[in-house]
């Protein structure tokens, strides 16, 4: 399995749409977890922190599963503003090398919110 | 707040030349990285600080050098710059090595 893992879309949807993004990690002992944003050419931001019982900040919906190492993002009535790259990101800890140091980032998923 | 500062933001080198990347933050963080960024291939961490004085490799070191000498910047030097080395470069800072990172606006870096 590798690191973090995320389905590099693109995804394409249409305003007010739902739209589910999940990631998985290679490393049971991992404690935290995010997601970030990341507009074109821009720098990523970050969007929310992912706690175990799981949190919601507006429209947005983060969950963890450690059973299953996924951690996932809902997006409510998407916006033509949340077209970006979200990036799935962890903080790798245990026998496969991470550390308490890094955070290992995915390589994103591409949503684009058509009007 | 400026954050975590990025000089310069553009810069075209020619094969072989030499160039320092600057990271400059303001928000007493411990911890800095560098990053490169290429199409498809994520971010991807060249070098890391945990603090004044340290640094480690990341994933990508080669051919790259870095310094941190005070506590505030973070340094990121090209010694012979290759067009491999052609990217989007991100520094990052964060308090703890497991919190969020707070990220510079990136310098593009092109090599002819």
């Known amino acids: 399995r590798k690191e973090v893992e995320q389905d590099p879309g693109p995804f394409n949807v249409p305003e007010g749409a739902t739209v589910a993004f999940n990631c998985t990690y290679s490393?049971?002992?991992?404690?935290?977890f995010f997601w970030y944003r990341q507009d074109c050419r821009k720098e990523p931001k970050l969007l929310m922190s992912v706690y175990s019982s799981g949190n919601e900040d507006g429209r947005f919906t983060a969950q963890l599963n450690r059973a299953s190492q996924y951690i996932s993002l809902l997006i409510r009535d998407s916006k033509l503003s949340d077209s970006a790259t979200y990036l799935c990101v962890v903080n790798l800890v245990g026998n496969s090398g991470g550390s308490n140091y890094k955070l290992t980032f995915g390589k994103g998923t591409l949503l684009t919110v058509n009007p | 707040n400026a954050g975590v500062t990025q000089t310069p933001k553009f810069r075209v080198l020619k094969t072989g030349q030499s160039m320092t990347l600057l990271c400059a933050q303001d928000?007493?963080?411990?911890?800095m990285y560098w990053y490169r960024q290429d199409p498809g291939m994520g971010l991807r961490l060249i070098h890391y600080?945990?603090?004044?004085?340290?640094?480690a490799k990341g994933e990508v070191p080669d051919g790259y050098n870095v310094s941190r000498l005070k506590k505030q910047n973070f340094l990121l030097g090209l010694e012979s710059a290759a067009p491999s080395q052609t990217s989007v470069y991100f520094c990052?800072?964060?308090?703890?090595?497991?919190?969020?990172?707070?990220f510079g606006d990136g310098t593009r870096l092109s090599i002819l």
């Open positions: 928000m007493n963080h411990e911890y």
């Open positions: 990052a800072s964060t308090p703890q090595g497991n919190q969020p990172q707070h």
């Open positions: 490393n049971s002992a991992s404690q935290s």
């Open positions: 600080s945990v603090g004044e004085g340290t640094t």
